[in-house]
């Protein structure tokens, strides 16, 4: 019944800046914790970004300084703010809710969406 969707994921060149975008639709109590993972080729997916409902935020060492979430609560979505983009942040990226969809605590599951390609050429 939960679904995630994202956008954004695109061609860019080294140095450039890009927005990931990712909403929840179905039915939805609240979203606790946000979070976006990445998994480029013949690598396992690594945590690149969370945020908890209270906002706040953790990073990978690879991408402080360089990348931002953040989260807009009354639309159920999360942002991944990337900027001066690298070769290496090449990866599908997915992101990953912690959902409540009644008001009991058993009703908590996390889903995963579909996955948006991003690539930073050299």
């Given at each position: 019944?939960?679904q995630?969707v994202?956008?954004?994921?695109?061609?860019v060149?080294?140095?450039?800046?890009?927005?990931?975008?990712?909403?929840?639709?179905?039915i939805?109590?609240?979203?606790?914790?946000?979070?976006?993972?990445?998994?480029?080729?013949?690598?396992q997916r690594e945590?690149v970004?969370?945020?908890t409902?209270?906002?706040?935020?953790?990073?990978?060492?690879?991408?402080?300084?360089r990348?931002t979430?953040?989260?807009?609560?009354?639309?159920?979505?999360?942002?991944?703010?990337?900027?001066?983009?690298?070769?290496?942040d090449?990866?599908v990226?997915?992101?990953?809710?912690?959902?409540?969809?009644?008001?009991?605590?058993?009703?908590?599951?996390?889903?995963?969406?579909?996955?948006t390609?991003?690539?930073?050429?050299?």
């Open positions: 019944q939960v995630l994202e956008s954004g994921g695109v061609l060149q080294a140095g450039g800046s890009l927005r990931l975008s990712c909403r929840a639709s179905g939805i109590l609240s979203v606790n914790n946000m979070s976006w993972y990445r998994q480029a080729p013949g690598r945590l970004a969370g945020i409902s209270y906002g706040t935020t953790n990073y990978a060492d690879s991408v402080k300084g990348f979430i953040s989260r807009d609560n009354a639309k159920n979505t999360v942002y991944l703010q990337m900027s001066s983009l690298k070769p290496e090449t990866a990226y997915y992101c990953n809710f912690d959902v409540s969809t009644t008001i009991y605590d058993s009703s908590r599951e996390r889903f995963w969406g579909q996955g390609q991003v690539t930073v050429s050299s």
